[in-house]
């Protein structure tokens, strides 16, 4: 089968994307840890009998609670310096006064990465860790199936009340007695989210039916996605939540003389908040944060104030169970925390730490088979043995210090034995599809070795690539392949002990992805050995022999490696932008090097010519050729050296000289707009000094600049209606920017009416749309009429200012200098670089693609979710619609790269003329390129899926290589589509 | 003739490179606290005085490129003071790309303004030595196929050395393992340094064994 090889490349990207996503599935499997919570559970298990006969323990039911009331006020992004560091000292005076002096237990909670709100709100009722998955489930929260603590308490009569972010209501259906959910989806508005939480708590404080009341603040975490933690905005907040933990403190204690228990209240945060104000990552302000117990139960404080313990904030699922008399989750990992339970008697904390002890054992169990051998398992079993010698003691009425004693011995070896079982439990999460991992490896890599070998042919001039299908499919070999691989499936399927999603997926769609498989080791064996048949072809091919390469290949080919294998180390993989930036610089003075050397010696060959040595042409020949500067473009060149014209070829030449300097001087303006990655992360950056309310005046003239720039840019190739359009849409993006107040109106002092911004929005998103539909019409009509082909590179160019405008539209003001630096960049190479060096497109393809790279990163995206700007996917919505949120989220994420390689196609259709195949070489290129850090990746992930970073580092990656993925097969989609009437037209 | 002229060459090399292995070594015995990581500026002045006065005293003593007529003592003034010029251009030169290439514009200007200055004695004052301030002689000895004698060869060596070395430097800066030899610019120098030695060591070798191939034209 004879493809071109566009539509050969688009073809083996889709194929890679199967790979990938199954891949995927295998390497973040959900969660199926333990029985559903429908099932009968055991009888909770009595304590331990002591040896002996005789005595038995008559304490065989769960005890009872401890805490009549309690309150749990979740405030979203509370990070642990906002209670304990100054700044809780100074806005939070009534809670730093429990905290020193009061009847208080205060604690740091660890939060494990994602820290996202759901997998924490999650972790903290469950006592679980959910698993990386729950980060892409955040915005569509279903039904919480797993047992939880809610569960428990409604299933025991509790009454809950809740009011806050409606996640709680969409994970716990029909559990409250009462609820008002609020939306977290207006990142701009923290004031009315707070207010719609607390105007019920007056009514709810007086009322008597109720047992549990949860609260959920999402004002503060708002502030910080907004302007980050150190805003002056925080200080109110943090005062207003004070007064309200006040309150209901307040009114707890007055309560507490009527009943005989006490009430608790329990303040925490699901997260922390980065330095830059977003969460998700795992750094130590994003997991840290505070966790406070407030009762009357517990002693007052005295002596000098201690640094809060550290806990995991699993270990407040386990500890509320007790407190509340209910039984502990079945998936819970966390240890009761035994300062909570200090007070009581030394049998009854005997008594919870068993209980905790026995579920930790039970779902150790249930998860391992080798469970018997864990040393956690053992310390337990040994310290359930001496729990049973201690009641022996006291059943016999022993009160001396012997009792005692051994209290506190079995209490500690009760503690070790917890600790030593939920760590390894919290290893077990981790807990690989291998299987199915393994056959997407296998597709990535398979195509990625079709890709490599059909490069010399695909390159080639003709841009076609001879598919070996039919020898292949008739040959013994795939048939034999296909029944042994069919074999292994159903080896597999029938022995594997867990849930693996390759084999649960129905057996017709196994066996045809198994002859994928094979046909594509056909395909590659049939491929490999034609080439050893003729090796002389691949000589041929200027790009690939090996006398011709220039200083620029070899950069292009030691970068695409490096960059690959940089992907092994954490480091390089959490500053990936410092290698891009570096690549990109090195590519500018190559091109530096290069313009110099065109210019120069051709002006060096002229004078040769004029001292008219008829024996030096040869020798001129031969460095031209060796330079790989067209012979017939040099020929008339040295045919008219004459004066006319020289002028204009002066500045011409000073403007090439001078482009990658200005384009590196670019570079390096971008560069300290945004700071990302990890290590340098906090330091100062450009984009945070502009959003600082203060210099709203400055941001605001900033923007403006750059919308006119953005349109003088664009302008220059759109039709007069588009450019029309696109001018009345840039102005709705200023005024846009101007109603949710990012940015002011000189006439406009203060701005105090701050709107959602719908309807301006919504006006741009028309003339968007307007633009791209003029483009597509174009585009329609040059394929269908085959009109001539500036149609096309003026539907293509409109397609491009469509998607200019969006990106301008759902940009941060602070980012659209990038989008202005962006078209400068393009504009600058096509004019000044790419037209008089004469570059092949494969050169070009991945400059284009190097470029979107680093363009990703100056945006400000790394490689952590948390600088993910979620609040682009909601930009003139009025709430949350998941199709165009995504839509809009993943294009304001991926603008960089997207732009570049559309700008890429419009360039590479204009060349057209020069270079019948310049598309297809394009998209075959843009394909391969994007394919091998995937599965060089791919392959360092499974390899690496143990290392200590896998949850913080490796998978966010994954994840946005994945995406990468799927984005390049759109792309490359596309490009197929314009190279297809390309072809029709030449076939006419 | 040719052999002679490679051994010339090596020698050369050789005191070259043993200049540097004493800058590491000769200094501690008379400064007191000096380690080539922890005082590192400190070195980056000795390594490129001691690179320079070397570079100059080798120029003399060989004159690789012996011109024929006389040159009067004020042209040699001149020339010399152009070539002061050249260098301080190059090292601003440097400074500038470094920047760019990411590094604090405003902190620490002076180890990279320093570091600016150990390169441009790899590179351009070896090239001023070999070729003085002759812009049409650089442009001919950097362009493909421009060498006219092995001095030039291995010219292109060392410098193409160094740089490459430098530029392979910056790869350990992202790494978190906090060691010493990772604060700015202490692994881009002495990558720049190794690179140097490096090349040093490989241009006689080269030539030599390229010594067939190798036919250069007359001027």
């Given at each position: 089968m004879r493809l071109r090889s566009g539509v050969f490349a688009a073809g083996c990207l889709l194929v890679q994307a199967l790979g990938v996503g199954l891949f995927l599935r295998g390497f973040f499997p959900l969660p199926v840890r333990s029985l559903p919570r429908r099932e009968p559970r055991g009888v909770p298990p009595a304590e331990p009998p002591p040896p002996g006969p005789g005595v038995t323990s008559n304490w065989t039911k769960i005890p009872s609670p401890l805490f009549k009331k309690v309150v749990i006020v979740l405030i979203d992004a509370l990070r642990d310096d906002f209670v304990f560091g100054s700044k809780g000292k100074q806005f939070m005076p009534y809670t730093t006064q429990l905290v020193e002096k009061g009847t208080c237990c205060s604690f740091i909670a660890e939060a494990k990465p994602p820290t996202v709100t759901m997998p924490r709100i999650k972790a903290l009722m469950t006592g679980s860790i959910p698993g990386?998955?729950?980060?892409?489930?955040?915005?569509?929260?279903?039904?919480?199936?797993?047992?939880?603590?809610?569960?428990?308490?409604?299933?025991?009569?509790?009454?809950?009340?809740?009011?806050?972010?409606?996640?709680?209501?969409?994970?716990?259906?029909?559990?409250?007695?009462?609820?008002?959910?609020?939306?977290?989806?207006?990142?701009?508005?923290?004031?009315?989210?707070?207010?719609?939480?607390?105007?019920?708590?007056?009514?709810?404080?007086?009322?008597?039916d109720w047992d549990i009341l949860i609260l959920h603040y999402l004002g503060l975490?708002?502030?910080?996605?907004?302007?980050?933690?150190?805003?002056?905005?925080?200080?109110?907040?943090?005062?207003?939540?004070?007064?309200?933990?006040?309150?209901?403190?307040?009114?707890?204690?007055?309560?507490?003389?009527?009943?005989?228990?006490?009430?608790?209240?329990?303040?925490?945060?699901?997260?922390?908040?980065?330095?830059?104000?977003?969460?998700?990552?795992?750094?130590?302000?994003?997991?840290?944060?505070?966790?406070?117990?407030?009762?009357?139960?517990?002693?007052?404080?005295?002596?000098?104030?201690?640094?809060?313990?550290?806990?995991?904030?699993?270990?407040?699922?386990?500890?509320?169970?007790?407190?509340?008399?209910?039984?502990?989750?079945?998936?819970?990992?966390?240890?009761?925390?035994?300062?909570?339970?200090?007070?009581?008697?030394?049998?009854?904390?005997?008594?919870?730490?068993?209980?905790?002890?026995?579920?930790?054992?039970?779902?150790?169990?249930?998860?391992?088979?080798?469970?018997?051998?864990?040393?956690?398992?053992?310390?337990?079993?040994?310290?359930?043995?001496?729990?049973?010698?201690?009641?022996?003691?006291?059943?016999e009425g022993n009160n001396s210090e012997v009792l005692l004693n051994l209290g506190k011995k079995v209490l500690k070896q009760y503690l070790e034995a917890l600790k030593i079982l939920s760590s390894s439990l919290s290893k077990q999460v981790a807990q690989y599809d291998i299987y199915s991992m393994t056959v997407g490896t296998v597709i990535v890599l398979e195509v990625l070795l079709l890709l490599l070998l059909s490069m010399p042919k695909a390159l080639s001039s003709r841009a076609e690539f001879e598919v070996p299908l039919s020898p292949p499919l008739f040959s013994l070999l795939f048939y034999l392949m296909c029944l042994m691989l069919c074999a292994v499936h159903v080896i597999v399927c029938t022995s594997a002990e867990n849930l693996c999603y390759f084999c649960s997926i129905s057996w017709l769609m196994a066996v045809g992805v198994m002859m994928l498989i094979s046909a594509l080791t056909c395909v590659i064996l049939s491929a490999f050995g034609k080439m050893l048949e003729n090796p002389k072809l691949p000589a041929k091919n200027p790009a690939v022999s090996n006398s011709s390469w220039s200083e620029l290949d070899v950069l292009i080919l030691a970068g695409t490696v490096g960059h690959a294998?940089?992907?092994?180390?954490?480091?390089?993989?959490?500053?990936?932008?410092?290698?891009?930036?570096?690549?990109?610089?090195?590519?500018?003075?190559?091109?530096?090097?290069?313009?110099?050397?065109?210019?120069?010696?051709?002006?060096?060959?002229?004078?040769?010519?004029?001292?008219?040595?008829?024996?030096?042409?040869?020798?001129?020949?031969?460095?031209?050729?060796?330079?790989?500067?067209?012979?017939?473009?040099?020929?008339?060149?040295?045919?008219?050296?004459?004066?006319?014209?020289?002028?204009?070829?002066?500045?011409?030449?000073?403007?090439?000289?001078?482009?990658?300097?200005?384009?590196?001087?670019?570079?390096?303006?971008?560069?300290?707009?945004?700071?990302?990655?990890?290590?340098?992360?906090?330091?100062?950056?450009?984009?945070?000094?502009?959003?600082?309310?203060?210099?709203?005046?400055?941001?605001?003239?900033?923007?403006?600049?750059?919308?006119?720039?953005?349109?003088?840019l664009v302008q220059r190739r759109c039709s007069l209606v588009s450019k029309i359009a696109m001018a009345l849409g840039l102005l709705g993006v200023y005024s846009y920017r101007a109603a949710i107040g990012n940015v002011v109106f000189p006439w406009q002092q203060d701005s105090k009416d701050i709107s959602k911004g719908i309807i301006e929005a919504r006006f741009v998103y028309v003339f968007v749309l307007g633009i791209i539909f003029t483009g597509t019409k174009d585009l329609l009509k040059s394929q269908v009429i085959s009109a001539d082909c500036k149609t096309k590179s003026i539907g293509l160019w409109e397609v491009y200012s469509g998607l200019v405008l969006l990106a301008a539209l759902i940009f941060r003001p602070h980012n659209l200098p990038v989008l202005v630096f962006c078209l400068l960049i393009q504009m600058i190479m096509t004019r000044c670089i790419w037209k008089p060096l004469k570059f092949d497109a494969a050169q070009i393809t991945i400059m284009h693609y190097w470029f979107g790279q680093a363009f990703f990163y100056f945006q400000g995206n790394s490689n952590s979710i948390a600088s993910v700007d979620i609040s682009a996917g909601f930009v003139g919505l009025n709430n949350y619609v998941e199709i165009p949120a995504i839509f809009l989220t993943g294009f304001a994420t991926y603008a960089g790269p997207l732009l570049w390689a559309i700008h890429l196609l419009c360039y590479l259709s204009s060349e057209v003329s020069r270079n019948s195949a310049a598309i297809g070489h394009g998209c075959f290129c843009y394909a391969l390129i994007c394919s091998v850090p995937v599965t060089v990746y791919i392959i360092l992930v499974t390899g690496l899926r143990y290392h200590l970073f896998i949850w913080s580092v490796f998978s966010p990656k994954l994840l946005y290589e994945g995406m990468h993925v799927f984005i390049t097969a759109a792309v490359c989609m596309f490009f197929t589509a314009m190279d297809q009437n390309q072809s029709q037209k030449i076939h006419d | 003739?040719?052999?002679?002229?490679?051994?010339?060459?090596?020698?050369?090399?050789?005191?070259?490179?043993?200049?540097?292995?004493?800058?590491?070594?000769?200094?501690?015995?008379?400064?007191?606290?000096?380690?080539?990581?922890?005082?590192?500026?400190?070195?980056?002045?000795?390594?490129?005085?001691?690179?320079?006065?070397?570079?100059?005293?080798?120029?003399?003593?060989?004159?690789?490129?012996?011109?024929?007529?006389?040159?009067?003592?004020?042209?040699?003034?001149?020339?010399?003071?152009?070539?002061?010029?050249?260098?301080?251009?190059?090292?601003?030169?440097?400074?500038?790309?470094?920047?760019?290439?990411?590094?604090?514009?405003?902190?620490?200007?002076?180890?990279?303004?320093?570091?600016?200055?150990?390169?441009?004695?790899?590179?351009?004052?070896?090239?001023?030595?070999?070729?003085?301030?002759?812009?049409?002689?650089?442009?001919?000895?950097?362009?493909?196929?421009?060498?006219?004698?092995?001095?030039?060869?291995?010219?292109?060596?060392?410098?193409?050395?160094?740089?490459?070395?430098?530029?392979?430097?910056?790869?350990?800066?992202?790494?978190?393992?906090?060691r010493p030899w990772q604060i700015w610019p202490i692994s881009c120098s002495l990558g720049a340094t190794f690179g140097y030695v490096a090349g040093l060591i490989i241009a006689p070798l080269w030539i030599y064994w390229n010594r067939k191939q190798l036919t250069y034209k007359s001027r």
């Open positions: 990386f998955i729950d980060v892409i489930m955040n915005l569509n929260s279903p039904t919480l199936l797993e047992d939880n603590l809610i569960w428990q308490a409604k299933t025991a009569g509790k009454r809950i009340i809740f009011y806050g972010d409606d996640t709680w209501v969409k994970l716990f259906p029909k559990h409250f007695v009462e609820y008002d959910g609020t939306t977290s989806f207006f990142v701009s508005d923290y004031t009315e989210v707070d207010d719609n939480v607390t105007r019920h708590l007056d009514s709810v404080l007086k009322r008597e975490d708002h502030i910080g996605h907004l302007t980050g933690p150190n805003s002056p905005l925080v200080g109110p907040k943090l005062y207003e939540m004070d007064n309200i933990l006040k309150k209901i403190h307040t009114s707890l204690l007055s309560k507490e003389g009527e009943s005989s228990l006490p009430n608790l209240l329990i303040v925490c945060g699901d997260h922390g908040m980065s330095e830059t104000g977003s969460h998700g990552g795992s750094s130590e302000e994003e997991v840290h944060t505070p966790l406070l117990f407030i009762s009357s139960a517990f002693e007052k404080r005295s002596g000098p104030l201690k640094q809060p313990e550290l806990v995991q904030q699993t270990d407040l699922a386990a500890t509320l169970a007790i407190g509340l008399g209910l039984p502990i989750s079945r998936n819970s990992v966390g240890n009761i925390i035994l300062s909570v339970i200090e007070g009581k008697t030394m049998r009854e904390q005997l008594r919870f730490l068993h209980l905790n002890g026995f579920q930790l054992s039970r779902l150790l169990q249930e998860n391992m088979p080798t469970y018997e051998k864990d040393p956690g398992f053992e310390h337990f079993k040994i310290a359930e043995k001496s729990h049973g010698n201690w009641i022996k003691l006291y059943l294998v940089s992907l092994g180390a954490s480091s390089f993989i959490e500053e990936e932008h410092q290698t891009w930036y570096f690549l990109i610089n090195t590519l500018c003075l190559a091109l530096c090097q290069e313009i110099c050397r065109h210019y120069f010696l051709v002006k060096e060959c002229d004078l040769h010519l004029s001292t008219a040595v008829k024996q030096n042409f040869d020798d001129i020949e031969e460095t031209t050729q060796c330079r790989n500067v067209d012979i017939p473009s040099c020929d008339s060149k040295l045919g008219k050296v004459t004066s006319s014209g020289q002028l204009l070829k002066g500045s011409e030449k000073w403007m090439g000289l001078a482009s990658p300097w200005i384009i590196l001087i670019c570079c390096r303006l971008l560069r300290s707009l945004n700071q990302t990655g990890v290590q340098w992360a906090h330091r100062p950056d450009f984009g945070h000094w502009l959003t600082s309310s203060e210099h709203k005046a400055v941001l605001s003239l900033l923007a403006a600049i750059s919308l006119v720039m953005i349109f003088i | 003739m040719k052999d002679t002229e490679i051994k010339r060459l090596l020698s050369a090399h050789i005191v070259c490179v043993f200049s540097i292995i004493l800058t590491t070594v000769v200094p501690p015995l008379f400064l007191e606290n000096f380690s080539v990581l922890g005082t590192h500026l400190i070195w980056l002045c000795i390594c490129s005085i001691c690179v320079t006065t070397v570079n100059i005293i080798l120029y003399i003593i060989l004159k690789p490129n012996p011109s024929s007529k006389r040159i009067s003592f004020a042209h040699k003034v001149t020339k010399f003071l152009k070539c002061c010029v050249f260098f301080f251009i190059s090292c601003i030169l440097f400074h500038g790309i470094i920047v760019l290439y990411g590094a604090p514009l405003i902190e620490s200007v002076l180890e990279t303004f320093l570091f600016a200055v150990l390169l441009s004695t790899f590179t351009t004052l070896h090239c001023l030595c070999m070729l003085g301030p002759n812009i049409q002689a650089w442009i001919r000895v950097f362009s493909k196929n421009g060498a006219m004698s092995i001095w030039d060869n291995s010219l292109q060596i060392t410098t193409m050395c160094s740089i490459v070395g430098a530029w392979l430097g910056a790869f350990p800066i992202p790494l978190d393992w906090d």
